[in-house]
């Protein structure tokens, strides 16, 4: 008989072990699923690996990936500490892309002071639809898992009215867009990629900056109390309700953040949610979950899952496999990972 027994005092790095773990038992499972399509799993892991890390050119698209996901996941991970359940990362991107796109086309802000207005506003759009979220749950008890997931949807739709209508631009044909935004309002890259300088520094210094305040700061104290037990934070006189609100204003930020580099340093326009999101708001529940609810611990998984979705192009174009199969190898990732959950606290002992 094979039972699982809760450990009393669980190792330091158990956590660790156990998420390694998963990792390889969902690249094994990934493995059988290239097979049915008919290539060999050696196959398929060379082709991600030469076509990534091994390339300069791949390398760029790693990073280029990297950056939305650390600003996001590092964002979530402080959620998922206060056991607040954001699912609505991909709705938050999308509505910091509208408010930083809504800056750079029609406020005539300075040259100089344009790309600091650009993230400051991706940063605002991104929290206040996080804190619809908190207000709901707060005032109305609504499940932020059900009302941060549908108002991904809602944001998607605000974003295909707006550059279908209002903000349509000017000489667009066939595809719906917006005109392009200024040169001042345009992110630097690194020379011949698309990496976005200032998004990729910004998301190192937001997740240096999110992980001391979590570990270091009396704010960080209280939202790990209630998450950690709620019966706790109100016998300390912790406000669940104002750490939720804290909460979603940062995680939305951060989400809305990475929108913000994705329009002004990619795109230099608003567009269809599918160009602007490349599915980022969902693997990112995947590099906060992996980091263990360590903001800093997301500059490592952040490159991984970067390098997963740029290997999953790989397989795509030189391999020739469906369109989705990033989203399988994703999905598999993170059921593995939801059913390792149970041996990080529980032991596994077989007989009576």
């Known amino acids: 008989m094979i039972r699982f027994v809760q450990l009393s005092s669980p190792g330091r790095y158990r956590s660790l072990w156990v998420s390694l773990a998963a990792i390889a038992v969902s690249l094994l499972l990934a493995g059988v699923v290239f097979a049915f399509y008919g290539v060999s799993p050696l196959t398929a892991y060379g082709a991600m690996f030469s076509g990534t890390l091994a390339d300069a050119q791949g390398r760029a698209e790693v990073l280029r990936r990297a950056a939305p996901l650390l600003l996001t996941g590092a964002g979530l991970t402080l959620a998922f500490r206060a056991q607040f359940f954001n699912i609505g990362a991909e709705g938050q991107i999308l509505l910091g892309a509208v408010f930083a796109g809504g800056v750079a086309l029609f406020v005539p802000v300075p040259a100089a002071l344009m790309v600091p207005a650009v993230f400051l506003a991706g940063f605002l759009g991104g929290g206040l ?7 709901l749950r707060t005032q109305l008890r609504v499940n932020e898992i059900l009302s941060t997931l549908m108002l991904n949807y809602v944001a998607a739709s605000l974003v295909g009215y707006l550059i279908a209508g209002p903000w349509k631009g000017k000489n667009v044909r066939g595809f719906i867009y917006t005109d392009e935004f200024p040169a001042s ?11 976005g ?41 912790i ?30 326009k608003l567009l269809e949610p599918s160009q602007i999101s490349l599915g980022y708001g969902f693997t990112a529940i995947i590099v906060a979950w992996l980091a263990r ?60």
């Open 129 to 135: 639809w996080a804190l619809l979220a908190a207000w």
């Open 185 to 195: 309002a345009q992110l630097a890259t690194f020379s011949g990629t698309q990496v």
């Open 197 to 237: 300088i200032a998004t990729l520094l910004l998301g190192v210094v937001a997740a240096v900056l999110l992980q001391l305040l979590l570990s270091r700061s009396t704010r960080g104290f209280e939202l790990r109390v209630v998450g950690e037990n709620a019966g706790a934070a109100r016998y300390a006189g």
């Open 239 to 268: 406000s669940a309700a104002r750490v939720t609100v804290l909460v979603a204003l940062i995680t939305g930020g951060m989400a809305g953040l990475a929108g913000a580099g994705e329009v002004a340093g990619i795109q230099h």
């Open 293 to 352: 609810g360590n903001p800093a611990l997301c500059m490592v998984t952040a490159l991984l899952m970067g390098v997963i979705l740029a290997g999953g192009d790989v397989l795509k174009i030189n391999l020739n496999m469906p369109f989705r199969i990033t989203d399988v190898f994703s999905g598999i990732i993170l059921m593995t990972l939801i059913a390792s959950e149970v041996f990080v606290r529980s032991g596994v002992k077989v007989g009576r």
